[in-house]
Every structure is written in structure tokens, then in C-alpha cells.
């Protein structure tokens, strides 16, 4: 709710920020799909949009007023960029800190230093659920082959996993005996993982919070999550998970999101298993699986996020339609240019294509959203309408 108050001219309560009103430029660092879709919402409430990334004509770079080009350890150009906007945020969580450093010399940083620092490592993720009580898998921290050894005979099955740069079955490894471990250590290739507990879970879901730089909190009712491959492959909303259960997933973000001091839109991940919810993991940014909020919710993830950063109200999350998203992965392209045509004939069908290059197996390169009536029927759209291409 927008904040009222009898302060002459116009000044704000103690503590708050003032607002990034329309107008102003908004920096995002990274430039793929994410940045492209949060640039689109940008221009639409009337923001100006700079980009930076090491890459150029990126997704958002096209569509952004600037696209800067340059490696994220060149301080100068991260200088620059600051330097050049109202305030700053991110569509990616593995941003090096000293850029964070360099540009938060000049203007606000979103999500924040302690959001941005555990979620991108697992160990300290897994260790911050455990000190607030948070439902989570058990879990081991592994730095050697001996330590893995050790801690196979605790927790077997599991899932061997990198401390940070994973996404998307990246960085993992599935040890289901002691026949596993060596191959998983050497496959893995790291200094320092965790071994986490294999759920036997009946499904995924997700849960997308977003916090204001002034503190206000809001939530979408969750998603729930089927994955192809280790890789999103469709998401429907609503989630067909209890009321009661529901409730308990948005006060576990909210928790998150106050402990870390998170500013933005953040999504956790969690499992259903025999009317528990537990953990997986957490991101501090704009989530696929919130990508068919444009089309089916009051307020889209990219506008929420942008309205937190920059200290606006927080929009309306309700749903104003049932939805579902598919992920459209580079194998659509193998047989030639997808049949966009048949794909769009289908009745409450989107596309959406994020303008990357060159197709590749497994690179997602767009999605597709269906509104309907039921869920099921969303559901039975979207799917159609990917094997219509």
C-alpha cells in the first residue's frame, strides 16, 4: 500500500527512500532473457533502460536506450555504467562482488549485499535455512573425497552439488550407492560442494515474494513445477496446493526475504512431500517459473520487481486468469524455423521469443503462456501449442 503521510513538502517518514519515479533510468546487470523481459515492463511504466554485460546485441540489449559492453572485473566501465542511472539491479545472482562494490560507490544496488552473497553459494544457503528453522533437506558441506565418504554414510541416496555457479542440473551429480562417489567428486571438479539428501518428492512448487526498498511485502500464490531433464519444462498456476499449505510457503519467503534484507522480487523453490513443504533453494531475482504472471496475473514478476526496486507500491498479485508456461529449448529448431503460425492460431496462446542468436539443445529460447478457463485446459494449450511448432 503507498504511504501516506502529513509531512510538509512532501517529505517522506524517517527511514524511507525516496522513490525511482518513471523517468528515471534503471541498470541492470546482465542482458539475457530475464534482463529483456524486466526492460520491456521498464519501458512500458516509462523508465529509461541500461544494460551491462560482457557479451553485446544481447536479448536486452535490444530493446534497452544502452547497451554497455565490457567484463564485469573492469571497474571503470562498471563506474561508468553507475554513473549513468538512478539505481541498479540484476537478472543474475553470479554478478562478482567487487562490480557490486565498484557501482554501489554511486547509486543503490538491488537486492543487497547479504541477498545476493548466500544464495549464490549452496552451503551458505543451506546453512541460513537451518539457523531460522526453515524446512530444508539434510546436508552435508564436502571438501574432500574422504569428506564425501563420510558423509555417503549419512545421507544416501543424495545429490552431489557445487557450492555456486549450478543452474539447471549444471554442477550436480546423483550418487545412489558408494559405487558413486568417486566419479561424482571427479566429475564435479571442485574444492568445495554439498552433498544434500535425495527427496522423494510427489511435486515441485514455487513461491515468488517480492520487498520493497521500504519494507512492504507481497506475494503470488504459488506454482507448481514439472521438470524435463533437470530443466523447467512447464509451470501451471493455480498450483492445486493447499490453502493451508500455501499460507505456510508465503510466510517461509517472506522469512527469507526479511532475514536476508532482500529488495526485489525473490523466488524459492520448494518440495511437496506427504503434506510437507521443504526448501530447495532460493533466487534473488525475477524466476522461469513466474514468467506466465504477464499474461495471467494483475501485476507481472517484472513489474513487481522493478516497482520494489525502485520504492513504488507494490502491485496487485492476483490471478486473473489460470495459466500455464512451456519452455521452448533450442531442439524446437531442429527440424528448421518452428511453425510459429500454427502455434499462435490456438485461442488464449502468447509467445514470447527472446531474440537470442543461435539455437542450441537445452538453451532456452522462449516460451510459450495459455489463459484459460481451468488449469487443465491452460495447461492443455500451452503443451499443444509447443507441439504445434
Request: with cysteine.
Amino acid at each position: 500500500m503507498n504511504v501516506q503521510n502529513d509531512l510538509p513538502n512532501g517529505q517522506l517518514p524517517a527511514g524511507q527512500l525516496p522513490p525511482v519515479l518513471p523517468g528515471s533510468t534503471i541498470g541492470i546487470f546482465g542482458s539475457g532473457q530475464l534482463g529483456k523481459m524486466m526492460t520491456t515492463a521498464a519501458k512500458l511504466m516509462g523508465y529509461r533502460v541500461h544494460v551491462f554485460s560482457p557479451d553485446a546485441s544481447t536479448p536486452a540489449g535490444q530493446v534497452a536506450d544502452r547497451e554497455f559492453q565490457a567484463a564485469y572485473e573492469d571497474v571503470e566501465a562498471v563506474e561508468e555504467f553507475a554513473k549513468s542511472v538512478d539505481v541498479i539491479t540484476l537478472e543474475f545472482e553470479n554478478i562478482p562482488v567487487a562490480a557490486l562494490a565498484a557501482a554501489g560507490k554511486h547509486v543503490k544496488v538491488y537486492p543487497g549485499d547479504q541477498a545476493l552473497a548466500i544464495p549464490q553459494n549452496r552451503s551458505l544457503e543451506k546453512n541460513f535455512l537451518r539457523d531460522h528453522d526453515i524446512p530444508t533437506c539434510e546436508f552435508r558441506i564436502v571438501r574432500t573425497l574422504d569428506e564425501l565418504k563420510a558423509a555417503g554414510q549419512q545421507i544416501m541416496p543424495g545429490v552431489l552439488k557445487t557450492t555456486s555457479g549450478g543452474y539447471d542440473g549444471k554442477g550436480q551429480y546423483v550418487i545412489r550407492s558408494a559405487d558413486d562417489i568417486e566419479t561424482a567428486w571427479a566429475e564435479l571438479k571442485t574444492d568445495e560442494a554439498i552433498l544434500e539428501e535425495f527427496i522423494e518428492f510427489q511435486y515441485e512448487f514455487s513461491v515468488i515474494g517480492a520487498r520493497s526498498a521500504n519494507g512492504q511485502f507481497a506475494a503470488y500464490r504459488s506454482f507448481r513445477n514439472d521438470h524435463r531433464n533437470q530443466i523447467l519444462d512447464v509451470s501451471i498456476s493455480p498450483s492445486g496446493l493447499e490453502a493451508s499449505l500455501d499460507a505456510q510457503a508465503t510466510e517461509v519467503v517472506q522469512g527469507i526475504m526479511e532475514g536476508l534484507n532482500a529488495v526485489g522480487v525473490l523466488c524459492v523453490e520448494f518440495f511437496y512431500r506427504d503434506g510437507q513443504i521443504l526448501v530447495n533453494e532460493m533466487a534473488p531475482r525475477p524466476h522461469n517459473s513466474g514468467h506466465l504472471t504477464i499474461e495471467g496475473h494483475a501485476t507481472s514478476q517484472f513489474e513487481q520487481h522493478l516497482r520494489a526496486v525502485c520504492g513504488l507500491p507494490l502491485g496487485a498479485t492476483a490471478q486473473v486468469a489460470p495459466a500455464a508456461m512451456v519452455n521452448l529449448l533450442g531442439d524446437c529448431w531442429s527440424g528448421g524455423e518452428p511453425n510459429w503460425q500454427a502455434c499462435l492460431e490456438l485461442p488464449g496462446v502468447s509467445l514470447h521469443l527472446y531474440g537470442k542468436e543461435k539455437p542450441a539443445a537445452a538453451r532456452k529460447m522462449g516460451h510459450i503462456t495459455a489463459v484459460a478457463d481451468t488449469v487443465e485446459e491452460a495447461r492443455r494449450l500451452a503443451v499443444a501449442a509447443r507441439d504445434s511448432l
